[in-house]
């Protein structure tokens, strides 16, 4: 059983950085492809960015690509997701996720692709 929990959420002001984490214990990252989703008050949740285990290209929501960075530490079994020059519309509970599977590039937008979820950490851009 893999367990994840994130970290990292809070109150900033717009155009300004977060970086979340998700310590993941169970199975050891590099057997994981991971990725992280949000979910902002009365909206679907929405895929973020992704990470799988065999491929170096991360992938990335439009909305989000070119000011969030996902990365993983596979040595502290930890991934990261730094968000830089945040938006009012990046309010959200944010989730990171992860599957045993192999994901092909189609399918990791998919929330039902991944097997375990975290609890959510809170971030709030807000002037």
């Not at 199975?27 to 065999?54: C, H, I, Y």
């Amino acid at each position: 059983q893999v367990q994840l929990v994130e970290s990292g959420g809070g109150l900033v002001q717009p155009g300004a950085s977060l970086t979340l984490s998700c310590a993941t214990s169970g199975r050891t990252l590099s057997d994981l492809d991971m990725g992280w989703f949000r979910q902002a008050p009365g909206k679907e949740r929405e895929f973020v960015a992704v990470s799988r285990r065999n491929r170096n290209s991360p992938n990335y929501a439009s909305s989000v690509k070119g000011r969030f960075t996902i990365s993983r530490d596979n040595a502290k079994n930890t991934a990261h997701l730094q968000m830089n020059s945040l938006k009012p519309e990046d309010t959200a509970v944010y989730y990171c996720a992860a599957t045993t599977s192999n994901l092909i590039l189609s399918s990791t937008s998919q929330a039902n692709q991944y097997n375990y979820w975290g609890q959510g950490t809170q971030v709030t851009v807000s002037s």
